[in-house]
């Protein structure tokens, strides 16, 4: 079973620029989230997607981020423009349809590192 | 508020000595509790998870962890460590019927040969 598919695995951009994260789930799973994860810090969660709904984006900084899960299956994740504190990992996750609630299992790329200068 | 607390920020053991790292955490309602590992350059991989019943729960890689709420603590134990077990661990915190998890910030393990 393939995994959660991130890109670019690297991005380096000046303050001001705007930058583009994709993610593809692992396929049936109808959750989607993105996570900041700053360094020394642990993730924090940005959105999370059910299908191509919006769940939570509480978190997201609207004014420069956004975010978009068409036809609930692959995501983008837009900063624009980027700060020097965007500087963290961005982490893409999804989970299953779960009955009864929270399993937990939440599987994860292996993270878009944005460095911004 | 919610929140999850992991005193250690950095821990160093000897291959083949036993470890515990630390998780206390704080929130309202019943807690799921969930311990992460990030290999360097992955995503997170679930280790374990307790949800109700056993409060000592056994994970992968030969982890276990074990619920104590009188002390709002789910901390990880291993009884001896291997070099490949080097990397950064999260307790995270979640709650009945939601998705959504709470980290703690990590506590990032080194094992010396």
């Known amino acids: 079973e393939a995994g959660v598919a991130q890109s670019p695995r690297y991005k380096i951009i000046e303050k001001r620029q705007s930058v583009a994260f994709w993610c593809n789930p692992i396929s049936g799973h109808a959750t989607l989230y993105w996570y900041q994860q700053i360094l020394g810090q642990g993730p924090k969660l940005l959105i999370q997607?059910?299908?191509?709904?919006?769940?939570?984006d509480s978190q997201l900084p609207k004014d420069r981020f956004s975010a978009e899960r068409l036809k609930g299956v692959d995501s983008t994740l837009k900063i624009q423009p980027a700060k020097l504190e965007d500087s963290a990992v961005y982490l893409c996750?999804?989970?299953?349809?779960?009955?009864?609630?929270?399993?937990?299992?939440?599987?994860f790329g292996e993270g878009s590192r944005l460095t911004v200068l | 508020a919610q929140s999850v607390t992991q005193p250690d920020i950095h821990i160093t053991v000897s291959e083949g000595a036993s470890l515990e790292l630390r998780c206390n955490y704080s929130y309202g309602a019943t807690p799921y509790l969930f311990w992460y590992v990030q290999s360097p350059g992955q995503g997170l991989q679930l280790l374990l998870k307790y949800f109700s019943g056993d409060t000592l729960v056994q994970g992968i890689k030969g982890f276990e962890a074990e619920f104590k709420r009188s002390q709002s603590s789910f901390n990880l134990r291993k009884p001896s460590v291997h070099w490949s077990d080097a990397a950064e661990y999260f307790c995270?915190?979640?709650?009945?019927?939601?998705?959504?998890?709470?980290f703690g910030t990590g506590t990032r393990l080194q094992v010396f040969p």
């Open positions: 996750a999804s989970s299953p349809p779960a009955s009864g609630g929270n399993t937990g299992e939440l599987f």
């Open positions: 995270a915190v979640g709650a009945l019927n939601t998705d959504k998890l709470i």
């Open positions: 997607f059910q299908n191509n709904g919006v769940v939570d």
